[in-house]
């Protein structure tokens, strides 16, 4: 499928063919290996590679270009491919909101579209104090205020580290830092002026500068609901069945398994594992060696408010609310309740060795935020706020995703050792017998409800 193929609804192409009438669906097979895979695993969760840093990879990519561009344009998204860069232009986040809450500031994410626009008409050697100058200018000309205090240097700062990531504006010498005390810190910075038009992976055809709202719906909208079944299970920790639209729900009854969804894990290395809750693509544990290969949100991970977190998914399996839920299996706590738990937590894990870091211990509000944000942004949590039976009246409610359910007991662990993988890997065949909680995938054992195979 080429790149203009993967931009047409599959409906459509469906009925193309046979002048209007329903043509039969071919099943997709991808050529997978090992290497493919892991490249396929690589680029989802680091879409830039550039020459001189990722020498290894780009020549990787260019081996199985093929195959890889078969493979992401089933997602419909383009994989570019040049002489020292490859950027694999992705769809938004499934989920936006969550995953802001785990990225950048705002005011980062305006520096570094400022600090972009400065760079195209500056050379392809400048000092940081000159970009910088032309970013404040860029800043005057759209009408964004700049305070020139130490918080809009640490956001120019932290664009800039984004930029050097992506290879766009790269550090050549000098330390970053120094901007934050000196304007004219010896800072000297290379400009890839032909990689500029790649940052922004879907522009689309609305003017971002007169309309902006329209601009961030257009970049959202997918009217394919394969496509974004196959996105969520590429890009998501999992679906759920309950969030699910009717189009949706259709996809992942009638293809995750055989002609769709089984392709799609085979060529990305993962394991399809379906559930009557929902579905999810598992990384095999033998994928990965670090917790940071896995993407900027791996759980369970070491730390107090990863123990926390387990902690609260036991507590809310055994004690949460059953009612007027997202569906089935779902557990709702209100934010008084879990800000209690979390007291009751830290009472027991503020001392000794592995005892929980001071800054949470004696703060549980500021704890409950933190486990928040990592739970909702793992999608194993979702809030609603006001008119939920399980919270106050415009209180906000807390409901467990019944993914929850495999970590049962999992805060039992010593939290500053954690689990060198994420459970997420954790394969049903290793846990034959274990049955998992009362309500949390319903009473069934974890071995009777694993996909047997993904084709």
Same mark, same amino acid.
């Given at each position: 499928m080429n790149e203009e193929e993967s931009a047409v609804p599959e409906r459509e192409r469906d009925l193309g063919a046979s002048g %209007?009438? /329903?043509? @039969?669906? @071919?099943?997709w097979r991808p050529e997978a290996d090992a290497e493919t895979a892991a490249l396929l695993r690589h680029l989802a969760a680091h879409p830039w590679l550039v020459g001189s840093r990722d020498d290894a990879l780009i020549a990787a990519v260019r081996r199985n270009e093929h195959v890889l561009r078969s493979a992401v344009a089933r997602l419909g998204w383009v994989l570019v491919i040049e002489r020292d860069l490859v950027r694999l232009r992705k769809s938004p986040p499934p989920r936006p909101a969550a995953w802001a809450a785990q990225g950048p500031s705002p005011a980062a994410c305006s520096w570094f579209f400022l600090l972009l626009a400065a760079a195209e008409s500056m050379p392809p050697r400048t000092a940081? %104090?000159?970009l910088v100058t032309q970013a404040h200018s860029a800043a005057?000309?759209?009408?964004? /205020?700049? +305070?020139?205090d130490i918080a809009e240097r640490r956001a120019i700062v932290a664009a800039l580290r984004?930029?050097?990531?992506? %290879?766009v504006v790269e550090r050549l010498d000098g330390d970053l830092d120094g901007y934050l005390h000196d304007d004219h810190a010896p800072v000297l910075l290379a400009i890839h002026h032909t990689r500029l038009a790649y940052v922004v992976a879907n522009p689309g055809a609305v003017d971002p500068a007169a309309d902006p709202q329209a601009w961030l719906e257009q970049v959202q909208r997918e009217p394919d609901a394969a496509r974004r079944m196959r996105r969520a299970l590429v890009d998501d920790t999992c679906v759920h069945v309950a969030l699910l639209d009717e189009a949706e729900a259709q996809w992942l009854s009638q293809r995750v398994r055989g002609d769709d969804g089984g392709p799609l894990a085979d060529a990305f290395g993962l394991v399809l594992e379906r559930r009557a809750e929902g579905a999810a693509f598992v990384v095999p544990d033998e994928a990965y060696r670090h917790l940071h290969e896995l993407g900027p949100m791996p759980f369970p991970a070491p730390g107090t408010v990863n123990h926390a977190a387990l902690l609260l998914l036991d507590h809310a399996a055994l004690h949460g609310t059953t009612g007027d839920g997202p569906g089935p299996g779902w557990r709702g706590m209100t934010e008084d309740q879990v800000v209690a738990a979390l007291t009751g937590f830290a009472d027991g894990n503020a001392s000794g060795r592995g005892g929980w870091g001071?800054?949470?211990?004696?703060? /549980?509000?500021?704890?409950? #935020? $933190?486990? @928040?944000?990592?739970?909702v942004g793992a999608h194993l949590a979702r809030l609603n706020y006001g008119g939920s039976r399980a919270g106050e009246e415009g209180a906000a409610a807390w409901w467990f995703a019944p993914t929850a359910g495999r970590w049962a007991q999992g805060g039992?662990?010593? /939290? $500053?050792? %954690? @689990? *060198? +993988? *994420? #459970? +997420? #890997?954790a394969t049903a065949e290793r846990h034959p017998h274990i049955a998992v909680q009362q309500g949390l995938f319903g009473d069934t054992k974890v071995g009777d409800m694993t996909e047997e195979s993904t084709r």
């Open positions: %209007g009438r /329903p043509a @039969r669906r @071919r099943a940081i %104090g000159h005057a000309e759209a009408g964004v /205020p700049a +305070r020139h984004m930029l050097d990531e992506r %290879g001071a800054e949470y211990a004696h703060n /549980p509000v500021l704890l409950a #935020s $933190k486990v @928040r944000d990592l739970l039992n662990q010593d /939290p $500053k050792g %954690g @689990r *060198s +993988r *994420s #459970s +997420r #890997s």
